[in-house]
């Protein structure tokens, strides 16, 4: 079966410090990976998407980018974080065959600026 | 207007009780659609996928109404542990597999 792992699953970092949160799938080949952010209280923010290694897609603009440098690894980095950077950020994969497949989400980043 | 609507609630409802979410969503074009829960300070996680013909899964029930561009979601018999934050999610195929989630409906089931 398939499975997915986030780590850290909590982060505090000061402002202005950099940020590295790794995800990766197992038992699945070339899936369709995805960072959210939540911001407290708030609903999910897709940051990027990727079909496949290299390619990446950004929805949002900010300081924030990510990588695949494997099929089934993700990163979301940052060269400085922001006090609004602050939020549970959300790794997901989905099959990348077939439009109707829900997303399955990791455990969750939740990182604190200070 | 956002593209997935929920009432934030909270729904306070007793132990046993039916209660009832509903979600619109704003793009004709959508092609699929899902409930998730997320539980306080975790993941969400997949409930049931919502057919055309509605479907049932133990004591839930989805409904689609593409007319109305609604969804709904019933719950029978409230547990407490039903407890949570329960999310709407609407997929435009046109463009790839980007699920689009709502703000979410937290439901409190009180003894």
């Known amino acids: 079966s398939q499975t997915i792992h986030q780590w850290p699953a909590t982060l505090v970092q000061p402002v202005g410090s950099p940020l590295s949160l790794e995800c990766t799938v197992e038992g699945t080949s070339n899936p369709n990976l995805y960072w959210y952010r939540q911001a407290a209280g708030r609903g999910l923010q897709l940051l990027f998407y990727?079909?496949?290694?290299?390619?990446i897609s950004s929805e949002v603009p900010q300081n924030l980018s990510a990588s695949r440098p494997q099929d089934r690894q993700f990163i979301l980095s940052s060269k400085k974080l922001l006090l609004s950077d602050s939020g549970f950020y959300l790794c997901a994969w989905s099959p990348s065959t077939g439009y109707n497949s829900p997303l399955h989400f990791g455990n969750g980043t939740r990182l604190t600026v200070t | 207007r956002k593209e997935v609507e929920q009432d934030p609630g909270p729904f306070n409802v007793p132990e046993g009780a039916t209660v009832a979410f509903n979600c619109t969503y704003s793009?004709?074009?959508?092609?699929?659609f899902f409930w998730y829960r997320q539980d306080c300070r975790k993941e969400p996680k997949l409930l049931m996928s919502v057919y055309s013909s509605g479907n049932e899964d133990g004591r839930f029930t989805a409904q689609l109404n593409r007319a109305s561009q609604y969804i709904s979601l019933l719950i029978r018999d409230s547990k407490l542990s039903d407890s949570a934050t329960y999310l709407c999610?609407?997929?435009?195929?046109?463009?790839?597999?980007?699920?689009?989630f709502g703000g979410g409906t937290r439901l409190m089931v009180k003894p």
């Open positions: 793009n004709s074009a959508s092609q699929s």
């Open positions: 999610v609407v997929n435009i195929w046109a463009a790839g597999n980007m699920l689009t």
């Open positions: 990727s079909v496949g290694i290299g390619q």
